[in-house]
C-alpha cells in the first residue's frame, strides 16, 4: 500500500486562491500567519504526516487497540508518535497563546488536520477531541479550571474525552441517565455508563480530562436538565501535580467495522461511588457548554471526510496507472491498456477528485468563518461570519463525511477485485471512513438542523446572503466558452437552492414532517451548489494567474477542468433533487408501521 503524500500545493490553493485566508492574516490577533508560515506549517506537517503517521496507519487496523489490567494500551508505535506530535507542536496550533498555544487560525490548524486525519484517521482522533475539550473550557470554565486544564491539554501532555451517549439513548441526548450527586467540598460525584467514547482511555498521555453530561437531583427532564462536568483521570493536586486514580475507567472496547487503532470505549463512572467531578458551566446548562465541543468535532468530522477521500484518491489513481487491462477504446499506442485510459475509470476518477476538492474548500471556507466571526474587529462582519459559520457546519459535515464513503467506495471499485483484497489498503479507507456520517450527530441530524434551525434564523438573512453573494460572482466569470457551463450550471444551481429553500421554510408553518422528509436531498443540494461556487472560484483564479504567465500550467489548468467537470457532471444530478425535496411526506408514512415487514 503506498503511503500517504499530503497535498500541500492543493491546501496552499484552496487556503490563499479559492477562500482568502489572508482576510484572517490582517486582523491583529493572528498577524504573525503569514504567507511564509502557511507555507512553512503545511510543509512541515505534511512530512511529519507522511514519515511518521501514515506508516503506523495499516498497523493500527490490524493490530488494534486493547484492554489490560492497567487500562486501554493504543497500537504498537502510536505512544511514541503522539509524543513526537506534541513535542513538534501539533497540539497547540491554534491554542491560546495565554496558555501556551501557537494562537494561529483555525483555518490553518483545520488544513493541518486533514494531512493528521488523512495520513492516520484513528491517531487524530485522540487530539480532534482534545481540542473540542479545549474549546468548551476555553468557553465555559472558569478561571481556576482555566489555569488547572489548559496549558497542559494544549501542549499534549494531556488529552481530552467527550461522554455524551449511553446505551438506552443513543442520540436522544436528554434521555441520559447519569447523575451527579453534590458534596461537601463543592465537587460532584458522579455515576454513570457513557458507551462509544473515542479515545476514552490510553497511556499516551499524564492525564485525560473526560467531559462528562449529567443530572443533578431535581434536574428538568430532557436536555434542559443536563449539566457538564470535568472529571479527571487522575484527580489534581493544589500544586498542578496528579494525585490519586479517579473512579472512572474503560470496562469494555467496542469491537468495530473500522479505525480498529482508535480505542472507542464503554466507560464506567462511579462504580465505587467515588468518581470525582467538577461542573464546567452553569448548572443545567450542560447542552450548551457541550456544543462548544460538538461543532468543533462536526467540522473535524466533515475533515476527516475530505481526508478518507484524498487518500482514497491517491490510492485509486496510482493503482489505474500502474493496472493494464483491455485496450482502452481510443487509445493511440498498441497493446493493452493501463485501466486510468478506459472512460468509465476517468469518470470515477474524476467525480472522486472534483468532489473531494469541492468538499475540501467548503470545510476551509467553515474554519475561516469561525475565525472571523469570532475574531474579526469589526461587530456587523463578526455577524455575518457567525451566521455563515452556523449555515456551513451542517454542510462540512454532512457533505464532508458523505464524499469520504462515496469517494473511497468509488475507488475501492476503481481497485476492482483487488479492492475487496485488505492487503491492498482501500479497504481499510472505506472501512474507516463509514464512522463519519454516523457520529458527532448523524448526517440525518444535521440535515434536520439546516432546515429546522439555521434556514429559519434571522429571517433566512444568512441563506440569502450566501446565495446572493454567489449570484454576484457568477456575473464576474469570463463570458467565454471555457467557461460557459460552468456559468449555466451554477446559476441553475443557485435558482433551484432559492426555490426548495422557499419552500421548506413555508412547510415549516404548515406541516413541518414534510420539511424535514427532504431535508436530506436538499443539504446535499445546497452542498453542492456551495461546493460549485468555490470551484468557480478557483477555476476564475487560475485563469487569471494562467493569463498572468504563471508557469504551474498543468495544475492550473486541471482546476478550470475539474470545476468545469464538476458543474457539468455533479451539478445536474443535484438539480434533479428538487422534486424528491418538494415532494413531502405522505409516501414516508403511507404504509402504516404494523405492515412495513
Request: net charge negative; charged share 20%.
Amino acid at each position: 500500500m503506498a503511503e500517504y503524500s499530503a497535498p500541500t500545493r492543493e491546501m496552499k490553493f484552496v487556503l490563499k486562491d479559492v477562500i482568502g485566508i489572508s482576510e484572517i492574516s490582517e486582523i491583529e490577533r493572528f498577524q504573525d500567519a503569514s504567507e511564509d508560515i502557511i507555507d512553512a506549517v503545511l510543509e512541515e506537517a505534511g512530512k511529519f504526516c507522511g514519515e511518521i503517521l501514515s506508516p503506523l496507519n495499516v498497523v493500527g487496523d490490524r493490530e488494534g487497540a486493547t484492554l489490560t489490567d492497567d487500562g486501554v494500551k493504543p497500537a504498537p508505535g502510536f505512544k511514541e508518535a503522539y509524543l513526537a506530535y506534541a513535542e513538534n507542536g501539533w497540539t497547540s496550533v491554534s491554542g491560546d497563546v495565554d496558555y501556551g498555544g501557537q494562537g494561529l487560525p483555525i483555518t490553518l490548524a483545520s488544513a493541518v488536520y486533514e494531512f493528521v486525519d488523512a495520513s492516520n484517521m484513528a491517531f487524530s482522533l485522540c487530539s480532534m477531541l482534545t481540542t473540542g475539550a479545549v474549546e468548551s473550557i476555553v468557553a465555559h470554565g472558569s478561571e481556576e479550571q482555566k489555569n488547572t486544564y489548559l496549558k497542559k491539554m494544549i501542549s499534549g501532555q494531556w488529552a481530552g474525552s467527550m461522554n455524551l451517549t449511553e446505551s438506552q439513548a443513543g442520540t436522544d441526548v436528554g434521555a441520559l441517565r447519569t447523575k451527579a450527586e453534590p458534596a461537601a467540598d463543592g465537587s460532584y460525584r458522579i455515576r454513570g455508563q457513557k458507551i462509544f467514547i473515542t479515545w476514552g482511555d490510553h497511556d499516551m498521555t499524564e492525564n485525560i480530562i473526560h467531559l462528562v453530561l449529567a443530572r443533578t437531583p431535581g434536574s428538568p427532564a430532557g436536555t434542559r436538565g443536563i449539566s457538564l462536568f470535568i472529571v479527571p483521570k487522575f484527580l489534581i493536586n493544589d500544586d498542578g501535580s496528579l494525585g490519586a486514580r479517579n473512579d472512572a475507567k474503560c470496562v469494555s472496547l467496542e469491537h468495530k467495522l473500522g479505525i480498529h487503532g482508535s480505542p472507542t470505549c464503554v466507560m464506567a463512572f462511579g462504580e465505587d461511588d467515588n468518581c470525582v467531578g467538577y461542573m464546567l458551566g452553569a448548572e443545567n446548562k450542560g447542552m450548551a457548554a457541550m456544543f462548544t465541543m460538538m461543532n468543533n468535532a462536526r467540522l473535524n468530522v466533515g475533515i476527516q471526510g475530505v481526508a478518507c477521500a484524498e487518500r482514497a484518491w491517491q490510492m485509486a489513481v496510482l493503482y489505474a496507472q500502474d493496472r493494464v487491462q483491455g485496450v482502452a477504446i481510443g487509445a493511440t499506442k498498441p497493446g493493452p491498456s493501463a485501466i486510468i485510459e478506459h472512460a468509465n475509470v476517468r469518470r470515477m476518477l474524476m467525480t472522486i477528485k472534483s468532489t473531494t476538492e469541492a468538499a475540501r474548500a467548503i470545510t476551509m471556507l467553515n474554519a475561516k468563518a469561525l475565525d472571523l466571526g469570532e475574531h474579526h474587529p469589526d461587530e456587523q462582519v463578526r455577524g455575518k461570519y457567525k451566521g455563515l459559520a452556523d449555515l456551513l457546519t451542517p454542510m462540512s459535515k454532512a457533505y464532508g463525511s458523505d464524499m469520504g464513503v462515496e469517494n473511497s467506495s468509488l475507488a475501492l471499485q476503481v481497485h476492482g477485485g483487488m479492492g475487496f483484497i485488505e492487503e491492498t489498503g482501500i479497504a481499510q479507507i472505506f472501512r474507516d471512513s463509514r464512522i463519519n456520517p454516523i457520529y458527532e450527530g448523524t448526517n440525518g441530524v444535521q440535515a434536520m438542523d439546516l432546515v429546522g434551525r439555521k434556514l429559519s434564523m434571522m429571517g433566512g438573512k444568512h441563506w440569502r446572503a450566501l446565495l446572493d453573494e454567489i449570484t454576484d460572482f457568477s456575473t464576474t466569470l469570463p463570458t467565454t466558452d471555457e467557461f460557459s457551463s460552468l456559468t449555466r450550471n451554477l446559476a441553475a444551481a443557485v435558482t433551484t437552492t432559492r426555490d426548495c429553500a422557499e419552500w421548506t421554510l413555508a412547510q415549516q408553518g404548515e406541516n413541518m414532517r414534510s420539511a424535514l422528509a427532504g431535508s436530506s436531498p436538499f443539504l446535499r443540494l445546497f452542498s453542492v451548489t456551495v461546493g460549485c461556487y468555490l470551484l468557480a472560484k478557483g477555476a476564475l483564479s487560475a485563469r487569471t494567474r494562467l493569463d498572468n504567465d504563471d508557469q504551474d500550467t498543468d495544475f492550473l489548468a486541471a482546476k478550470i477542468i475539474t470545476a468545469r467537470f464538476y458543474a457539468e457532471q455533479i451539478v445536474p444530478q443535484t438539480i434533479g433533487l428538487k422534486d424528491t425535496i418538494m415532494a413531502g411526506d405522505d409516501l414516508f408514512f403511507a404504509i402504516p408501521t404494523e405492515h412495513m415487514i
